[in-house]
T-cell receptor, first 112, second 113 residues
């Protein structure tokens, strides 16, 4: 069955440090991949998506992600984290029929 | 555009009570979805509607029913609430220029005592 794994439940980084959140998927075909962010008490906001083409995609708020087919990964990165980036981040894979399968999420804490 | 709206924002029910969560979108999207979010489990799909007039079960449909009232509105009903249904419920829609891209509402926090 298709699945999405986010190995890190919590990550803490210092403000200004770089960030990488890991995402691995299990899916037979080339998937459509997404990263969403959820601030406390809010709904989910799309950060970026990969459908095809350039494997390095840029998103909002200075985030980027790289699709690596050989590793079945779609890791999210940011060169310099701001305190406002503290949130929960979800990786998702789109299945046929427009359905999404989500990972369990990674909670990002930012130390000042 | 309001996007995806959900009512109510918060609700407390006693075991066995019923209620309906409302969702509406103003983006002219064809598809709509109901998810529940529980700590450490991400979002799990309860039901979805690929288009007006159709509904299908998702990963965790037991204890829920849905109605796609029209293209804009998709409601989720709990007929007899149970403590296991304590969760945060999100509605989403898709079907714009990029059909796989889903837009989420702000959520309904439901507690069943």
């Amino acid at each position: 069955a298709q699945s999405v794994t986010q190995p890190d439940i919590h990550i803490t980084v210092s403000e200004g440090a770089s960030l990488e959140l890991r995402c691995n998927y299990s899916y037979g075909a080339t998937p459509y991949l997404f990263w969403y962010v959820q601030s406390p008490g809010q709904g989910l906001q799309l950060l970026l998506k990969y459908f095809s083409g350039d494997t390095l995609v840029q998103g909002i708020k200075g985030f980027e992600a790289e699709f690596k087919r050989s590793q079945s990964s779609f890791n999210l990165r940011k060169p310099s984290v701001h305190w406002s980036d503290a949130a929960e981040y979800f990786c998702a894979v789109a299945l046929h029929g427009n359905k999404l399968v989500f990972g369990a999420g990674t909670i990002l804490r930012v130390k000042s | 555009n309001a996007g995806v709206t959900q009512t109510p924002k918060f609700q407390v029910l006693k075991t066995g009570q019923s209620m309906t969560l409302q969702c509406a979108q103003d983006m002219n999207h064809n598809s709509m979805y109901w998810y529940r979010q529980d700590p450490g489990m991400g979002l799990r799909l309860i039901y979805y509607s690929a288009s007006e007039g159709t509904t299908d079960k998702g990963e965790v449909p037991n204890g829920y029913n849905v109605s796609r009232l029209n293209k804009r509105e998709f409601s989720l009903r709990l007929e007899s609430a149970a403590p296991s249904q304590t969760s945060v419920y999100f509605c989403a829609s898709s079907g714009g220029r990029v059909s796989y891209e889903q837009y989420f509402g702000p959520g309904t926090r439901l507690t069943v005592t």
